[in-house]
């Protein structure tokens, strides 16, 4: 399955650079676009087939039987957990560690988001955690790939089906990565992939792709994504309702409640020339993860605490991340980054805010008052009604010193850059 990612692995730096265009944007992608603004734009219609070509494209890269594009790696989520059944009255659970999407779309659908909390080490969903928070109203868990490490497939796989549970995958920060000799994307009950522009593979800022071996489920995810239109299907592209159907008088349209997740075809394109080389992508960001590991190892640097990557499990570094022992360091995680950034840094990029401790679900700012958030919603029985310090505490403990270098750089001289920098203020600060 990843054959073509270890040929790109095994290229000189030199060669794999030459591969990506410096700003992200190259030939294929263009003549792609002008495929489609050749074609031009009939309403409802494809007429360049992109749709078609960037599913099966995407299916077959990541050898799964459907894929079904969105708008982006929100509305994925979204349609998975609509097209599961989710609604008010039951519990989701999810990461605290995150981008707030994966709990958001919880809300939208009307249930509760439950927060396992994170292994101090990987940073990951810990599955103990996810046991002692199931609850009779559980009926999902959306584990997070985060900065581009799965987590521990097995025991949340054996916990879902104990218990009854769809598993989502949210790998918006992982690409080609692996389990046990499995490709993340093909564990679950589905995968969601986000196309937004700092990802692996983008289609022009956002957009998002969903996977999975359910011909029902995948045609059930692509009708929430279209508005509920009642004849859609799972197959590649099969998101357009024939003239001849759809201008008659007596068509129903709409059989259950959907949203518009469209992706247009102008993204489409794009998105199709970057999984034609994800590869090389993906190798890129592991070749840049290794060069701040190789700097963090030369110079002895024992408070920049390294990624870890169990046994069986493959990374592919959405960014590389770092913790900072700050007592060690003498230094704090503000002035390091300031030094960083003097240094020829561009920026240090924070952990996300616990997402349980952000306003929105720290005040429960759902709707119009705390009152309408679907925690107090009659039909729902459970437990959880406020989110508040000391929910994740592994999770709030370890968040303020996580440093997360750019792994997104298209060419050598830049990468050079960023490795020189971390060299620098590593230097600097064992200097005070």
Partial sequence: MNKKLNEALALSPAELFALLPPNRVGDTDRRYMNEVLDAGFRNTIDPAGIHQRLEAAFAQRFG?????????????????????????????????????????????????????????????????????????????????????????????????????????????????????????????????????????????????????????????????????????????????????????????????????YRMSAVQAALALAQIERLDALVAARIYIAGQYAQVIEEEGCDWLITPVVPEGSTHSYWTYVCRLDTERAGVSWRDFRSAFIENGGDGLYSAWRPVHLEPVFRDLAFYGRPEQAPNFDPRYQGKVKSYQTGDCPVCEAVQPFLCQFKTSMQTLDRVEVQVAALRKTIRQVASR
Avoid: W
């Fill in 64 to 260: 799964t039987g459907y894929a079904i594009q969105h708008n982006s790696g929100t509305g994925t989520m979204h349609t998975c957990l609509l097209a599961a059944g989710i609604g008010p009255g039951d519990e989701v659970i999810v990461p605290p560690l995150t981008a707030v999407s994966t709990a958001v779309v919880v809300v939208q659908c009307g249930a509760v988001p439950v927060f396992a909390d994170i292994d101090p080490e990987t940073y990951n969903m810990n599955p103990s955690d996810v046991a002692r928070k199931i609850t009779p109203h559980t009926r999902a868990i959306i584990p997070v790939s985060l900065y581009g490490l799965p987590p521990d497939y097995d025991p949340l796989m054996a916990l879902a089906e104990t218990h009854g549970l769809v598993v989502i995958e949210d790998n918006a920060e992982c690409f080609l990565a692996t389990y046990k000799g499995r490709m993340v994307g093909t564990i679950g009950h589905a995968a969601s992939y986000s196309f937004q522009a700092s990802k692996h593979m983008t289609s022009g800022g956002d957009g998002g792709m969903v996977i999975t071996n359910d011909k029902e489920y995948a045609r059930n995810i692509r009708k929430r994504g279209a508005l509920g239109v009642r004849t859609l299907g799972a197959t590649p592209g099969d998101t357009f309702v024939p003239r001849d159907v759809r201008q008659d008088y007596e068509f129903e349209r709409h059989d259950v409640m959907g949203y518009n």
